[in-house]
């Protein structure tokens, strides 16, 4: 590899040495009435085994364990931040993320029960978020707190924890979690529709966008048309998968969910990091075009303009970016109208080849209320 290459690699590096040798944050249990912000309950599905203090750890789990968090969102915080308390003896509601409930369903029909409740009161809607590389169980709990709460994502939230190492240097062990993980996942969408869920949005970050893809595959393989056609879209954020292995899993699962949204950007250094460690530099998360992807129907959003750092959870994370994404009923609107109806939505330049499109987004005042430098 050339000298210039490996130089654009070191800020990403220097991000997963530095996380290294960070204190993980944990979940804390705080009474409801001690927190003065508003809480979001999250169903939980999660194949990682639950460890003798009571919390779901790294270690894999061949049994789909059934839950729900109640996720407490500090009022005194920027958005799209998550912050863990400096000491969980002595949390501060104003700025902390914390739980003010865990409940541990031992049966499905337990959880299906509950969880129907919350869908009748949501419009039959569910919205199942799965997490990327190098995260503990409470790091993907409270991102998917933080994002349905920034976001408003309308529906009942369910995430799905598969079991990463959460260890910077532990990709290869990750790839294979997530592969061990897809039966969970397919379990947990199936759990959903069976609880009354008519419409199910996948949202999956890094990793977890491969581990999405395969369990889509699964259940195209199954020739389950009744359960595909419960998933109302699919939104891949900053996907760490090889471009060709998503072209041949989208082959196999044929019409793909509509609408079909990846975010990416080619500034994204966690990618460039992982395209080194494979030796695969197509990722599909930093694409700089979508020739690629041209027979398929989907839509690339590159936010290269919006910056978090590595680039490499910038959707989830910038706050002009979820300013903008707050206006997804009306992408989705607009993704399922004219080409020219989607050049007046979004500020950027839209990009068409044949079935995909690209939309590179520009951070303008009149969307996200700020201008933002590149």
């Given at each position: 590899?050339?000298?210039?290459?490996?130089?654009?690699?070191?800020?990403?590096?220097?991000?997963?040495?530095?996380?290294?040798?960070?204190?993980?944050?944990?979940?804390?249990?705080?009474?409801?009435?001690?927190?003065?912000?508003?809480?979001?309950?999250?169903?939980?599905g999660t194949t990682r085994q639950l460890d003798v203090g009571g919390l779901y750890g790294p270690d894999r789990s061949e049994a789909l364990h059934l839950a729900r968090y109640?996720?407490?969102?500090?009022?005194?915080?920027?958005?799209?931040?998550?912050?863990?308390?400096?000491?969980?003896?002595?949390?501060?509601?104003?700025?902390?993320?914390?739980?003010t409930a865990q409940v541990f369903y031992p049966t499905e029909m337990g959880?299906?029960?509950?969880?129907?409740?919350?869908?009748?009161?949501?419009?039959?809607?569910?919205?199942?978020?799965?997490h990327g590389f190098?995260?503990?169980?409470?790091?993907?709990?409270?991102?998917?707190?933080?994002?349905d709460h920034d976001l408003q994502i309308p529906g009942v939230a369910v995430h799905y924890s598969w079991p990463s190492a959460a260890q910077p240097l532990g990709y290869v062990q990750d790839r294979d979690s997530a592969l061990f993980a897809r039966d969970g996942l397919e379990e947990l969408i199936r759990d959903v529709a069976k609880a009354g869920a008519k419409r199910i949005v996948l949202v999956a970050h890094s990793m977890?966008?491969?581990?999405?893809?395969?369990?889509?595959?699964?259940?195209?393989?199954?020739?389950?048309?009744?359960?595909?056609n419960r998933i109302d879209g699919v939104v891949l954020i900053s996907p760490d998968m090889d471009v060709d292995v998503f072209r041949m899993t989208a082959k196999v699962i044929g019409d793909l969910p509509e609408p079909f949204i990846i975010f990416g950007s080619p500034r994204d250094g966690v990618l460039r990091l992982s395209g080194f460690i494979t030796g695969q530099?197509?990722?599909?998360?930093?694409?700089?075009?979508?020739?690629?992807?041209?027979?398929?129907?989907?839509?690339?959003?590159?936010?290269?303009?919006?910056?978090?750092?590595?680039?490499?959870?910038?959707?989830?994370?910038?706050?002009?970016?979820?300013?903008?994404?707050?206006?997804?009923?009306?992408?989705?609107?607009?993704?399922r109208g004219d080409a020219a109806a989607r050049t007046g939505l979004l500020p950027g330049v839209v990009i068409t080849f044949r079935r995909a499109t690209r939309i590179i987004l520009s951070p303008v005042s009149q969307i996200t209320g700020t201008t933002l430098s590149p």
């Amino acid at each position: 590899m050339k000298k210039t290459s490996l130089r654009r690699l070191l800020p990403a590096l220097a991000l997963a040495l530095l996380t290294a040798c960070t204190p993980r944050g944990t979940i804390t249990i705080v009474p409801p009435e001690t927190v003065p912000g508003p809480i979001v309950p999250l169903f939980v599905g999660t194949t990682r085994q639950l460890d003798v203090g009571g919390l779901y750890g790294p270690d894999r789990s061949e049994a789909l364990h059934l839950a729900r968090y109640d996720i407490a969102i500090p009022p005194a915080r920027q958005i799209g931040k998550v912050v863990f308390p400096k000491r969980p003896t002595k949390p501060d509601p104003q700025t902390d993320f914390l739980t003010t409930a865990q409940v541990f369903y031992p049966t499905e029909m337990g959880f299906r029960g509950d969880l129907s409740r919350a869908l009748a009161a949501n419009d039959d809607e569910a919205v199942i978020f799965v997490h990327g590389f190098n995260n503990t169980f409470a790091e993907g709990l409270y991102r998917f707190a933080q994002l349905d709460h920034d976001l408003q994502i309308p529906g009942v939230a369910v995430h799905y924890s598969w079991p990463s190492a959460a260890q910077p240097l532990g990709y290869v062990q990750d790839r294979d979690s997530a592969l061990f993980a897809r039966d969970g996942l397919e379990e947990l969408i199936r759990d959903v529709a069976k609880a009354g869920a008519k419409r199910i949005v996948l949202v999956a970050h890094s990793m977890g966008g491969q581990l999405t893809m395969e369990a889509l595959r699964q259940i195209a393989l199954r020739g389950d048309q009744g359960l595909m056609n419960r998933i109302d879209g699919v939104v891949l954020i900053s996907p760490d998968m090889d471009v060709d292995v998503f072209r041949m899993t989208a082959k196999v699962i044929g019409d793909l969910p509509e609408p079909f949204i990846i975010f990416g950007s080619p500034r994204d250094g966690v990618l460039r990091l992982s395209g080194f460690i494979t030796g695969q530099q197509g990722r599909l998360g930093a694409l700089e075009d979508v020739t690629k992807l041209a027979d398929l129907d989907v839509t690339y959003l590159d936010v290269a303009a919006f910056r978090d750092g590595t680039g490499h959870f910038t959707a989830g994370t910038s706050p002009g970016l979820i300013s903008l994404i707050g206006k997804i009923e009306d992408v989705n609107a607009a993704f399922r109208g004219d080409a020219a109806a989607r050049t007046g939505l979004l500020p950027g330049v839209v990009i068409t080849f044949r079935r995909a499109t690209r939309i590179i987004l520009s951070p303008v005042s009149q969307i996200t209320g700020t201008t933002l430098s590149p």
